[in-house]
């Protein structure tokens, strides 16, 4: 199935959701909203003619200050199909009232979605509303602010260890010299 006939089932199914498409890149785009983003993913695996029965991979993107959005990039494949999709979601990337951004969870849908969506949560800072055990998955759970956020300020120490690198050179160890 092409991408534009996986758009059109998509577009047809959601009548009343804004969906829009990108076909700029190497791999077209589905964008959906980031509230229907589950209920679009749940379609995608249980609908007989998609059958999305693989999340390869979920991402997660910080557009910055300036932008003020972020966004979730998922890829999915049908194994018995041979057919891959890539959606995005964007989204508010400081939303009024809270401290994280919130998307819907697909963890119930895709298992592996349990690691990607964590990581996106730990590096990122993006609540996954309805993930069964969201925690950080590579940092410490005492770990100050979501080091892939573009306005994150690295903390020069924790637990008493130096933790701030500049080019490569610990602030606590003095550069070494050439022994030539």
Excluded at 59 to 67: E, K, M, P, R
Excluded at 70 to 82: A, C, D, F, Q, R
């Amino acid at each position: 199935m092409t991408f534009q006939e996986i758009s059109e089932l998509v577009s047809i199914h959601f009548s009343g959701k804004v969906i829009e498409t990108d076909a700029k890149g190497a791999q077209p785009i589905l964008i959906v909203p980031v509230n229907d983003i589950a209920e679009i993913c749940d379609f995608l695996y249980r609908d007989n003619r998609l059958y999305f029965d693989y999340l390869a991979c979920l991402t997660a993107i910080d557009n910055g200050v300036t932008l003020g959005t972020m966004e979730v990039i998922y890829n999915l494949t049908s194994i018995p199909y041979g057919h891959d999709l890539m959606i995005k979601t964007v989204f508010t990337r400081n939303p009024e009232g809270n401290s994280l951004p919130t998307v819907p969870s697909v963890a119930s849908i895709w298992r592996t979605a349990d690691w990607h969506e964590r990581e996106a949560y730990d590096l990122v800072g993006i609540y996954f509303e309805g993930h069964p055990d969201l925690r950080r998955i590579l940092l410490p759970e005492d770990w100050e602010g979501h080091p892939l956020r573009k306005d994150y300020e690295v903390q020069d120490r924790y637990h008493g260890i130096y933790v701030r690198y500049e080019d490569g050179v610990s602030e606590q160890q003095p550069a070494h010299e050439d022994r030539a």
